[in-house]
């Protein structure tokens, strides 16, 4: 099922955790779950349809975005993003 297909396909009676998941999430759902949090300062990492690499930041300091990278990769390789 393609984003389009399940944006249109949403249901008012489904209730959407705030978890880790090993199953796919649509893409557009990650990112208007992003958008709901008002976040401060965002890396979005990914790739196209093609397998192309894509990155942006709302950053220009590299020295940040790399920062926020190694320390979320820490974050997930401890454990500790999984934890409650």
Request: proline share 4%; no cysteine.
């Amino acid at each position: 099922m393609s984003d389009d297909e399940y944006d249109q396909e949403e249901d008012s009676t489904v209730v959407y955790l705030d978890k880790f998941t090993t199953l796919p999430i649509p893409v557009s759902r990650v990112l208007q779950g992003a958008l709901e949090k008002n976040l401060d300062m965002v890396v979005v990492l990914g790739y196209e349809q093609d397998g192309t690499p894509y990155a942006a930041a709302s950053t220009g300091d590299g020295r940040e975005i790399l920062w926020v990278v190694a320390s979320f990769q820490h974050d997930l390789l401890s454990g500790s993003l999984l934890e409650d």
